[in-house]
């Protein structure tokens, strides 16, 4: 499978307006609005990858939406699975050919949903577009990941944004609870072509091939995205932050 990379990860927050990072720890930046899904964002730029803030607007936009093929499987349709609980919903894995993505997932007889036009619109009328493809396979214990192709050239999306990136911060680790590990692992290593890099007792560590972020996959009485480990460039010494359902570990470099 073609070249594959974490690009962001979602964290619902109740009442995002009046969030902010205890310290100011990450700085928030204006994202915009998803008309047809009824939420919009906050975007929190680190070295590797960001975190997208969602909170809903329209609710009733989202309810109606979630009945749809697509909306079962869109990133904010976990927020209503978990009955609107704050935490870490899901991820998204980057591309730069979704369609070809598509071709290859579909010679495996991975069901996928899109790609989907996507854009968000900020308060100054500023547009940013990308199209997003989703596995469709009901059969899965955590909501997996999906992909994103960014309408502009990687080259030109990284020097835009390249002055709001915190580039002390760097996510290492993301930790994901399944009900069935096993199930789960073998899931990532054929939907994602992902590597096990390690395996113990009570967890299984994946990777990416072209990337460096590992994901931990543990035994756990619920499924879903517990925690994110970052490096603090910055610190001397590790810490833990629960912020809103998700716990953020950072370790000194």
């Known amino acids: 499978m073609q070249y594959l990379k974490l690009d962001h990860m ?14 100011h720890l990450f ?9 047809r899904l009824g939420t919009y964002n906050r975007l929190a730029y ?8 969602l909170d809903v607007y329209k609710p009733d936009v989202l309810l109606k939406m979630i009945k749809t093929d697509e909306g079962r499987v869109s990133f904010p349709s976990k927020i209503v699975q978990d009955n609107y609980s704050q935490g870490i919903k899901t991820l998204a894995f980057r591309t730069q050919d979704i369609h070809q993505l598509k071709k290859d997932l579909e010679t495996r007889n991975i069901e996928v949903i899109g790609p989907i036009d996507m854009h968000r619109e900020n308060v100054k009328g500023d547009k ?5 493809l989703y596995i469709a396979d009901p059969d899965y214990r955590v909501k997996p990941p999906f992909f994103i192709q960014w309408s502009e050239a990687e080259e030109v999306r990284n020097a835009k944004l390249e002055p709001l990136q915190q580039k002390e911060f760097t996510i290492r680790t993301i930790n994901i609870h399944s009900t069935e590990r096993e199930h789960t692992v073998k899931k990532w290593e054929y939907w994602f072509d992902m590597e096990k890099i390690s395996e113990t007792k009570t ?3 994946l990777k990416l091939k072209n ?17 994110v480990t970052l490096r603090d460039d910055k610190t001397s010494s590790s810490y833990t932050l629960i912020i809103r359902g998700a716990s953020y570990q950072f370790e000194a470099d």
């Not at 700085?27 to 008309?35: V, Y």
């Not at 990337?211 to 925690?227: A, N, Q, R, T």
Request: hydrophobic share 25%.
């Open 10 to 23: 979602i964290h619902y927050i109740h009442q995002l307006d009046n969030f902010k990072y205890p310290g």
């Open 203 to 205: 967890y299984t560590a």
């Open 128 to 132: 940013t577009s990308w199209k997003l």
């Open 27 to 35: 700085k928030l930046h204006q994202g915009g609005h998803h008309e």
């Open 211 to 227: 990337d460096d972020v590992v994901y931990h996959i543990y035994d756990g009485e619920h499924s879903g995205y517990k925690s």
């Open 46 to 53: 680190l070295n590797n990858a960001y975190i997208e803030l």
